[in-house]
């Protein structure tokens, strides 16, 4: 029933790889997407975190092609739970596409956070997202200082799953691949000349040191954006996605659990209702 495919020398049990002619155009489309957000803005160009990982990679080389090199600023922010490898790649990238780039470390700043409540320093989920927020506060300091504005990283299974920090790396002006999903990421980075490693690296929130977005899902990518594209943005029913991607009914069960969940990180905070007494 299942047919397993080989995408970028990996098995995934459904190709959403793009044509060459759609890959294309979507290229051009976030390229045009990138200087629009910008110009409208009024604003001198773009910021970005830079991580190492794919996603800001793959949004750090269009928007060095859409803005120019000389428009686009990179600030890695290395904390004592992220690998040196990581920290080391996110300067290698920034060094290829020649953009200017600051290191910060934060580790002093949030441990200014866990001094303050250090009831909460060791839960692993509150003080990751500590680091994921002050990377925020620091990308959006540069951009009112620079007068640009913050680009986003967050792909269209992050979105659809909410794996990302509420109002920390989502806390952005625009997702410029906010609509492909991880597997078509790792296509385009491909095609616009991204090292292999980089593309094929494991996606990690590096959150804690080790995390993996696959362990701390419990589900992989390419098997997460079968049952996205198949049942939760498509048309098929659950039973359908199940026979057609031989998973079993827990994977996709665990995928829609992690969307339904997370709709609140869609939306703007919601206030009652206007009563116009
Ligand atoms: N139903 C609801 N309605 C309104 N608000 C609700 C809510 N449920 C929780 N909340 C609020 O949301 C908070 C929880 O959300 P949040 O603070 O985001 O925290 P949470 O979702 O617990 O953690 C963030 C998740 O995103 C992953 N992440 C983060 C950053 C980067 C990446 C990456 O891929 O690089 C991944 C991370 O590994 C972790 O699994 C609660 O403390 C509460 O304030
Ligand atoms: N240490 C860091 N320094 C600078 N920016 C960071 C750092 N860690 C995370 N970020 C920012 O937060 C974003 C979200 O992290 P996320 O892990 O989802 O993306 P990624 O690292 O680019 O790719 P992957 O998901 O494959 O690991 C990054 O793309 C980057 O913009
Ligand atoms: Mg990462």
Same mark, same amino acid.
């Given at each position: 029933?299942? $047919?397993?495919?080989?995408?970028? *020398?990996?098995?995934?049990?459904?190709?959403?790889?793009?044509?060459?002619?759609?890959?294309?155009?979507?290229?051009?489309?976030?390229?045009?997407?990138?200087?629009?957000?910008?110009?409208?803005?009024?604003?001198?160009?773009?910021?970005? =975190?830079?991580?190492?990982?794919?996603?800001?990679?793959?949004?750090?080389?269009?928007?060095?092609?859409?803005?120019?090199?000389?428009?686009?600023?990179?600030?890695?922010?290395?904390?004592?739970?992220?690998?040196?490898?990581?920290?080391?790649?996110?300067?290698?990238?920034?060094?290829?596409? =020649?953009?200017?780039?600051?290191?910060?470390?934060?580790?002093?700043?949030?441990?200014?956070?866990?001094?303050?409540?250090? $009831?909460?320093?060791?839960?692993?989920?509150?003080? *990751?997202?500590?680091?994921?927020?002050?990377?925020?506060?620091? =990308?959006?300091?540069?951009?009112?200082?620079?007068?640009?504005?913050?680009?986003?990283?967050?792909?269209?299974?992050?979105?659809?799953?909410?794996?990302?920090?509420?109002?920390?790396?989502?806390?952005?002006?625009?997702?410029?691949?906010?609509?492909?999903?991880?597997?078509?990421?790792?296509?385009?980075?491909?095609?616009?000349?991204?090292?292999?490693?980089?593309?094929?690296?494991?996606?990690?929130?590096?959150?804690?040191?080790?995390?993996?977005?696959? $362990?701390?899902? =419990?589900?992989?990518?390419?098997?997460?954006?079968?049952?996205?594209?198949?049942?939760?943005?498509?048309?098929?029913?659950?039973?359908?996605?199940?026979?057609?991607?031989?998973?079993?009914?827990?994977?996709?069960?665990?995928?829609?659990?992690?969307?339904?969940?997370? $709709?609140?990180?869609?939306?703007?905070?919601?206030?009652?209702?206007?009563?116009?007494?």
């Amino acid at each position: 029933m299942s $047919e397993e495919t080989t995408v970028l *020398g990996r098995s995934a049990p459904l190709d959403l790889r793009l044509s060459d002619s759609e890959l294309e155009t979507t290229r051009d489309h976030v390229l045009q997407f990138v200087r629009d957000v910008v110009s409208d803005a009024g604003a001198d160009g773009a910021v970005l =975190g830079l991580s190492g990982g794919i996603d800001s990679t793959t949004t750090a080389f269009l928007a060095a092609e859409a803005l120019g090199e000389e428009n686009l600023h990179g600030i890695v922010m290395p904390s004592e739970v992220n690998a040196e490898e990581n920290m080391s790649d996110a300067e290698r990238v920034a060094q290829m596409l =020649g953009i200017e780039y600051d290191v910060i470390e934060i580790q002093p700043i949030a441990e200014e956070f866990f001094d303050v409540f250090p $009831e909460a320093a060791d839960d692993k989920q509150a003080a *990751g997202n500590v680091y994921v927020r002050t990377r925020a506060v620091l =990308g959006y300091f540069v951009a009112n200082y620079e007068n640009k504005i913050v680009l986003g990283t967050g792909n269209r299974s992050e979105a659809l799953l909410g794996y990302f920090t509420k109002y920390g790396d989502q806390a952005v002006d625009c997702n410029p691949i906010g609509n492909l999903y991880k597997q078509q990421v790792r296509q385009l980075a491909a095609s616009l000349g991204v090292p292999d490693d980089l593309v094929s690296k494991t996606p990690s929130a590096e959150m804690w040191a080790g995390q993996t977005d696959e $362990e701390e899902m =419990g589900v992989d990518y390419d098997t997460i954006d079968a049952v996205l594209a198949l049942h939760v943005d498509g048309p098929l029913s659950k039973a359908a996605t199940v026979r057609h991607l031989g998973v079993d009914e827990a994977t996709v069960d665990r995928v829609v659990e992690l969307y339904e969940r997370s $709709e609140h990180k869609r939306h703007m905070p919601p206030a009652p209702e206007s009563l116009r007494p």
